[in-house]
């Protein structure tokens, strides 16, 4: 009845659009149908020769299917692809045996498989059923799979389904609570009293209670007694490590104080404060989230401040917040003026938490210390104020630069002055830290800083001094704002916001701490150092306020330095008063903060600050007028707005030299960010940017970059757009752009071609550069990314200043390093100018100044900075191998910036790793560490360390040291035939041009993905976007970034930009070629995996390093592609959408291939 | 192709009634039907009483001789819920293996007995295998013919034992099914008898 029957049939089509191969030569049947989601392809060729016959699907490995005699015939032709919606019902069978009887009464038993559109039923495992056939069919019986054409079906009979098997809302909490019986409501959850006999004491015991469990040692005793069992521990650790022998040679006496160095820019990290912060958060999980909320009693100060506020809510927040602050307050109050039990308590109520711990682990090992006052060690904290001395410098600096203030918001050349507000910034911030600050700055500052700025200084510290009589309240008020902070970021939750709030805070924290505590005392001596630092970041941000002209104008009148601390005790007191008046506070703060950053000594005090300094970014990118409105904005939106009023107070600080004071608690937060020993000073500022958390901090970051922009740039006009825009990340961009304008050597660069917005980015950037110029290119390169011109560009400075910083103190390769700042923050603008290099001099104040605004901006500077870094490093690791310490610096450097950009760094990372395999390393971390909320932060705080090696350059360069400057100066470097360093300027310039572009094609894409992934991301949307999809991005952002490498490219960084063009654009190539290259590779691998199973898809978000390795084997392929499809970059917006655009994505691509 | 007229079509949730060119009798809800290839899905109550399954039919309408609709239901169905796809596969797949497996046990010749006694395995013991005629139970029980209790082997533990366990109770399960069997039959002789 049947002749013959040939029929192939590609497995696995699910979900993947695939190719029929025929093997049979006459006819064949391609059935092609693809049911979405539900049920895969099918490719069938089938031949018939003779009457029609059932069609035999086998897998083309098997064997040719054998005709199958006494089947029914199947009709022939193509399917139409037209299926009744109704029929997804019958999906939910797919799997399920059946029954199938044709029509000639033949019984068919197999597993359903799918259906065809014509209702073409596919079986798999089927056999025929014959009467005689009581049990299961021989293996001879079965065929893979027949397809039954829908005319030959009678019926089809599936028994005992399962029709909710697959239904996906079985765990919804609607489908869950749709089956339990009886009624339920929410409870109303009630503190428990254990009235008067259980005094706050035996909860705060509880609370504060230390002991966690066993004593290791009596675990091993308890097991040598009861189990014999003789622990092994060695707590020399002689098994994994080796004992140090310590020597006295000057040799190790280098490798030590280096090993210090790093230990404490590690320590200083956003990251490690981060990390730190979670292990050593004390909070449990219902702590966190489920407690009783005790706001109420002061007692338990933990309350809610560690509690992630989601941005919307965050102004509600704020106001519940009050409470937590004041308690955080008293706490610090208590912990300050009286010796609180609970010291946890008090580190909780204060930073908000796990912030301050991060924070003060991250510089000095606080997190976990202040939780535990015994694990606080004193060591350590001297140590951080050692660290923190450097920072000093910077601080110094500005004080020299101070006097110049009013002269800067003239003009850029005022860089100098920058520095100098930036001094007074710092100052400022220390004001409410202030008496740790001065004692620091009086104990450090000094020598470290330049005589100028230790001038500068020493006139902070006098009102550090007043403050420090007020000592317990400006603890507490650095705690309180700290808390403020903190508890707006439960930066935790938000990782960029939590970790720089952390940051900032742990630096306030630390000071604060180190007053409560005994040994804090002794460490204050120290930590003054880190304070004075955490000062002068601040200064600098006033000075940058003041920079602004606008914002001199209205900031300074908005702050009034000297009655801002006093402001801060009020404020202070106000809180602790009334938790509730926190929220009053806030607003009173806020005018305060206009007056001064004093009242921002508390946590609204810091937001306020933060706002203030926002404020200011966007009045000075605003200009003046601006500045009012950032005010009152910041009244309206806590977080915005606090951060809005901060700048507020930071600009009108700069105008008047008290209010220069205040600005400083601006600069401070920047500074903070950017300086993480600084952040102790500044920890108030950085508290308060802090307190926005991630989005606040965005904002503030973003409104920093403004600030920055504003006082780089007497573009004000185009800040301002920035400013408004600055509030929407999106828009904020787009003002950039007009900033990156304004500097059109550096605009031009790059992506501009690739991506308008990026493109505008860079311009901004340049822009930026242009006002800023000398304080950095790089930094310009930052902004546009950033939107804020301003911001980028002190972030730039601040990436700078790290490995400026890292190179310092790797003093040797110190010309290395110090070419690699250049390269990361100057190559682009020296590149483009030589004028840029003498900026760049200039730049290191304003660096400093911008590293403050940087704070506030942090995010969007972090982020611009990181990319930059992650260029630079990448160009430096390029050139790297010249230089020994240029690679450590870059690594970390690197990896500060990996985890702010995790794309960008990616490819930076990429590059970097194929460049300097050293880096690659700690760049993974970083990248992971990004993915976290709090990447963003720590990259803040990262930004801070460097911001202190900045200032440390900064001082240098101004005071000529050479060993310094070369790596602040990057000027000097290009100056420096150098073949190398220009080589490095040429490289980084382009990479971070690439950068950028991609920055900016990302948030062109739209998807908000790969806008996190760009820099822009970063700032405002990005963040949003990382930490909603880290790993998604991250790997998207690799393939993004690549393309937009690529596109950047193409579109000619290397072009001219690049004075060693060979050579660089080599370098340029090599790094951007990987990125290139994998963007396309990326694209189509990542899609082309997912055609074939949709478990690659996953795979490859699951393994963002798989994606890694895929782009930069695509690299290499890549780099042979010049052209990036504007449909790479589609499908790379289209990935971050989500695995099912993936895969239809992927099918697009192999429809599209296939017609190519 | 024209819209379906009045009477042509069935809307979901409708009760249904037809007979097959086969002579079968159908009936149940419908869940579904395509009107282009005339495919109707019923949904039935499960022929083995369980609750929470049912029996699902295809009926392709061009094999029906009489249609009839016991009660009409207009309201919209509800809404089609989002399906666990990779879930559906999952079970495609194992149902495959499983029935590829089985079918390989008996090409192998294995005795009627030894598939049922793999089949009552594998109910409570996924991982179980065919090797030759042999059943390989957790990589660790071998029950080779005449898959008795004590053609159990492998290293003495809780898994021999409980293998054990088990093929001890499906044969003792077949006998009392077939005393079962023998006495109804004894019953109907006698009841034939008897009427006779």
């Known amino acids: ?1156 | 192709m024209a819209a379906p007229g009045p009477g042509e079509y069935f809307s979901v949730g409708s009760h249904v009634s037809c007979l097959t060119c086969l002579g079968q009798r159908l009936q149940g809800e419908v869940v579904a039907f395509d009107y282009q290839s005339k495919m109707l899905t019923l949904k039935c109550a499960s022929s083995s009483g369980k609750s929470n399954l049912n029996d699902v039919i295809l009926i392709n309408l061009a094999y029906v001789s009489e249609v009839d609709i016991i009660n009409d239901r207009t309201e919209t169905p509800p809404p089609l819920a989002s399906l666990n796809v990779g879930k559906l596969a999952n079970r495609a797949r194992t149902e495959k293996e499983d029935k590829l497996s089985q079918a390989y046990a008996i090409s192998a010749g294995v005795s009627l007995e030894g598939q049922q006694l793999f089949q009552t395995i594998h109910k409570t013991i996924k991982d179980c295998k065919w090797q030759e005629k042999n059943i390989i139970v957790m990589d660790d029980v071998v029950i080779s013919p005449p898959y008795q209790v004590e053609n159990c082997r492998g290293k003495e533990g809780s898994a021999l034992s409980h293998v054990r366990k088990i093929v001890e109770k499906h044969f003792r399960d077949v006998e009392s099914q077939k005393s079962m069997q023998r006495s109804q039959a004894q019953q109907t002789q006698k009841d034939s008898t008897l009427s006779s």
């Not at chain 1, 000057?250 to 104080?257: I, S, T």
């Not at chain 1, 920055?708 to 600055?726: D, H, I, M, W, Y």
């Not at chain 1, 991301?1017 to 998604?1032: G, K």
Request: glycine share 6%; hydrophobic share 25%.
């Open chain 1, 1 to 1156: 009845m049947f002749t013959k029957c040939c029929i192939t049939f590609i497995e696995s089509c699910q979900g993947a659009v695939g190719e029929c191969t025929s093997t049979v030569s006459s006819e064949r049947l391609v059935i092609i149908y693809q049911r979405e989601e539900l049920i895969s392809t099918l490719f069938i060729n089938y031949l018939f020769t003779g009457p029609p016959v059932n069609v035999i699907i086998v897998p083309t490995t098997a064997a040719p299917p054998t005709p199958q005699p006494g089947l029914t015939a199947i009709g022939q032709g193509a399917l139409s692809c037209a299926v009744n919606n109704n029929n997804q019902q019958l999906v939910c069978l797919q799997g399920t045996k059946c029954e199938l009887k044709v029509k000639n009464g033949a019984v068919y038993e197999g597993v359903f498989k799918t259906y065809g559109p014509e209702c073409d039923l596919v079986l798999d495992a089927a056999h025929r059923k014959s009467p005689e056939m009581s049990l299961a069919p021989r293996k001879e019986d079965i065929v893979e799979s027949i397809i039954f054409k829908t005319s030959d079906v009678v019926v089809v009979t599936f028994k005992d389904v399962d029709l909710n098997f697959a239904r996906k809302d079985n765990f919804t909490d609607a489908s869950v609570s749709g089956r339990i019986n009886g009624e339920h409501k929410e409870k109303d959850l009630e503190p428990w009293d254990g009235g008067e006999t259980h005094n706050s004491d035996s909860l705060e015991s509880l609370d504060t209670d230390v002991s966690n469990g066993w004593d290791p040692n009596d675990m091993f005793k308890y097991n040598e007694e009861k189990y014999g069992v003789l622990s092994t521990y060695d707590s020399s650790l002689s098994t994994y490590t080796v004992p140090l022998e310590r020597d006295d040679s000057e040799e190790f006496l280098k490798r030590e104080a280096r090993a210090a160095q790093l230990a404490e820019e590690i320590e200083a990290s956003a990251t490690y404060k981060a990390r730190v912060a979670l292990e050593n958060d004390e909070r449990t999980e219902e702590e966190k989230y489920t407690a009783v909320v005790r706001g109420e009693r002061e007692t338990h100060t933990l309350s809610r401040e560690n509690k992630y506020i989601p941005p919307g809510q965050r102004n509600r927040d704020a106001m519940s917040w009050g409470p937590g602050r004041q308690n955080s307050p008293r706490l610090a109050q208590n912990s300050a003026g009286v010796s609180t039990p609970r010291p946890g308590p008090h580190d909780y109520s204060p930073s908000s938490g796990a912030d301050q711990r991060v924070v003060n682990g991250g510089s000095s090992h606080w997190p976990s210390p202040c939780p535990s006052p015994s694990s606080r060690p004193p060591s350590r904290y001297q140590s951080g104020p050692s660290s923190l001395p450097p920072r000093a410098t910077t601080p110094t600096r500005p004080p020299s630069r101070p006097p110049s203030r009013p002269s800067r918001p003239p003009s850029h050349s005022s860089h100098p002055s920058y520095p100098s507000s930036s001094s007074s910034f710092s100052h400022h911030g220390p004001t409410s830290p202030a008496s740790n600050l001065p004692k620091r700055m009086s104990s450090e500052g000094p020598p470290r800083m330049s005589p100028k700025s230790q001038r500068t200084p020493r006139a902070h510290r006098v009102p550090p001094s007043r403050i420090s009589g007020v000592h317990p309240g400006v603890d507490l008020v650095p705690h309180n704002p700290a808390g403020d902070v903190s508890a707006a970021p439960s930066t935790r939750s938000s990782s960029s916001g939590g970790t720089w709030s952390s940051v900032v805070s742990g630096g306030r924290l630390k000071f604060t701490h180190r007053p409560r505590s005994p040994r804090q005392s002794s460490l204050s001596g120290a930590s003054p150092g880190s304070s004075q630092t955490g000062t002068a970041p601040v200064e600098t941000v006033t000075l940058i306020s003041a920079s602004s002209p606008t914002a001199a104008s209205p900031a300074p009148n908005m702050v009034a330095p000297p009655s801002g601390d006093a402001k801060e005790c009020r404020v202070q007191e106000t809180r602790q008063s009334s938790p509730s008046a926190n929220e009053s506070t806030k607003p009173v703060d806020n005018s305060p903060f206009s007056l001064l950053a004093g009242p921002p000594p508390m946590a609204a005090d810091h937001r306020k600050q933060i706002d203030n300094l926002k404020k200011f970014s966007e009045d000075f990118r605003l200009q003046p007028s601006s500045n009012p409105e950032a005010a009152f904005e910041p009244m309206m939106t806590k977080s915005q707005r606090d951060p809005a009023d901060n700048t507020n107070t930071n600009t009108s600080k700069p105008g008047s030299p008290a209010a220069l004071s205040p600005s400083p608690s601006a600069p401070d937060q920047k500074r903070a960010g950017l300086d993480v020993t600084s952040q102790g000073v500044q920890t108030t500022a950085v508290s308060a940017f802090s307190g926005p958390k991630h989005e606040e901090e965005e904002k503030k970051e973003a409104v920093q970059d403004q600030v920055r922009k504003s006082t780089l740039n007497p573009n004000a006009n185009e800040f301002k757009p920035r400013f408004n825009t600055q509030p929407k990340p999106a828009s904020t961009p787009t003002p950039p752009r007009p900033q990156g304008q304004p500097s059109p050597s550096i605009v031009v660069q790059q992506p501009q071609a690739v991506y308008g917005q990026t493109v505008c980015f860079p311009q901004m950037y340049p822009l930026t550069p242009v006002s800023p110029g000398v304080q950095s290119p790089v930094y310009q390169v930052q902004m546009p990314h950033m939107t804020v011109s301003q911001s980028k560009p002190y972030r730039p400075g601040k990436v700078p200043n790290m490995p400026q910083q890292r190179s310092d103190q790797h003093h040797p390769p110190g010309t290395p390093t110090m070419m690699h700042p250049a390269t990361a923050a100057g190559p682009p603008i020296v590149a483009p100018n030589p004028a840029y290099s003498a900026q760049y001099f200039a730049c290191g104040p304003q660096q400093f100044t911008s590293q403050p605004l940087v704070q506030q901006m942090t995010h969007y500077q972090s982020q611009a900075q990181h990319v930059f870094s992650p260029v630079m490093q990448g160009s430096a690791r390029m050139m790297a191998p010249h230089t020994h310490s240029q690679p450590g610096l870059v690594s970390s450097s690197t990896t500060q910036y990996p985890e702010q950009t995790h794309t960008m760094y990616a490819n930076a990372n990429m590059h970097a790793d194929s460049c300097a395999p050293v880096s690659p390393g700690p760049m993974p971390q970083q990248y992971a560490h990004p993915s976290a909320t709090l990447h963003h932060h720590p990259q803040h705080p990262q930004p801070s360390a460097t911001p202190t090696g900045q200032g440390q350059q900064g001082g240098p360069q101004q005071h000529g040291g050479p060993p310094s400057h070369p790596a602040a100066s990057p000027v000097q470097h290009p100056q420096h035939p150098q073949a190398a360093a220009a080589a490095l300027h040429l490289a980084s310039q382009p990479p971070q041009q690439q950068m950028y572009s991609a920055l900016a094609p990302t948030p062109p894409s739209m998807t908000p993905g790969p806008n996190p992934q760009s820099s822009q991301a970063s700032f405002p949307s990005a963040q949003q976007t990382v930490y909603l999809h880290p790993q998604v991005q991250h790997s998207y952002n690799h393939s993004h970034m690549a393309h937009m490498q690529q596109a950047h490219m193409q579109s000619g960084i290397v072009p001219s930009h690049h004075p060693a063009p060979t050579h660089p654009p080599m370098m340029l190539m090599a790094t951007q070629g990987p990125p290139g290259g994998p963007q396309p590779q990326m694209p189509q691998a990542a899609l082309n995996p997912i055609p074939v199973s949709s478990t690659t898809h996953f795979s490859y978000l699951a393994h963002p390093q798989g994606t890694r390795r895929r782009q930069r084997s695509g690299h290499l392929l890549s780099l042979k592609e010049d052209k990036v499809g504007s449909t790479g970059i589609f499908w790379i917006f289209e990935e971050c959408r989500g695995t099912v655009d993936r895969r239809r994505l992927s099918c697009l691509q192999h429809v599209q291939k296939k017609c190519l």
